[in-house]
T-cell receptor, first 117, second 107 residues
């Protein structure tokens, strides 16, 4: 039982390049989400999904795309990387009901540290 | 649009002391109040959580106190240890997190 697996762990991109951050979970969780973590800013929600085929925007969605074709995978795409997207990215998953406060915590991956130069 | 305001930003406590981190929320629809602990290079992990129908929950050295009328909840770490040094996040439902508190426990 691996939990939430994120790849790669580290990545350096040049401005304007595109890439996909991978996220996979093996807990059969319905909810998956992407956060970015910046010093002093906490965890800010980028996009989230409540199930396969359903995605929605979070607080900071600009410059990012997501899709959810399976329950297990939730990739995050950077369309044209910018230095402002330098951050640590976390993927998280949870059982159904987390959004409505049924007491299910989130399981986080170990993060991807992205630098855009 | 932080719906959860956390304080302080950083905290230094002597070994054996009490660490207290506070969180204030705005959305009265929140009905689950967790705290997460994050060590350097790791993702956050659920530490302890409370529902608003109780005022306090204790798990070992960690206690959540909840004040519904003031829309605040706090994390108390009793007998703080150097191994507790980490970043702590409060959160509400609807996938929102506080800005985090960096705790350092001095031995």
């Amino acid at each position: 039982n691996a939990g939430v697996t994120q790849t790669p762990k580290f990545q350096v991109l040049k401005t304007g390049q595109s890439m996909t951050l991978q996220c996979a979970q093996d807990m059969n969780h319905e909810y998956m989400s992407w956060y970015r973590q910046d010093p002093g800013m906490g965890l800010r929600l980028i996009h989230y999904s409540v199930g396969a085929g359903i995605t929605d925007q979070g607080e900071v969605p600009n410059g990012y795309n997501v899709s959810r074709s399976t329950t297990e995978d939730f990739p995050l795409r950077l369309l044209s990387a910018a230095p402002s997207q330098t951050s640590v990215y976390f993927c998280a998953s949870s059982r159904r009901g987390a959004l409505s406060g049924l007491g299910y915590g989130y399981t986080f991956g170990s993060g991807t540290r992205l630098t855009v130069v | 649009q932080q719906q959860v305001k956390q304080s302080p930003q950083s905290l230094i406590v002597q070994k054996g002391g009490i660490s207290i981190i506070n969180c204030a929320y705005e959305n009265t629809a929140f009905d689950y109040f967790p705290w997460y602990q994050q060590f350097p290079g790791k993702g956050p992990a659920l530490l302890i959580a409370i529902r608003p129908d109780v005022s306090e929950k204790k798990e070992g050295r960690f206690t959540i106190s909840f004040n519904k009328s003031a829309k605040q909840f706090s994390l108390h770490i009793m007998d703080s240890q150097p191994g507790d040094s980490a970043t702590y996040f409060c959160a509400g439902t609807k996938l929102v997190f506080g800005a985090g508190t960096i705790l350092r426990v001095k031995s």
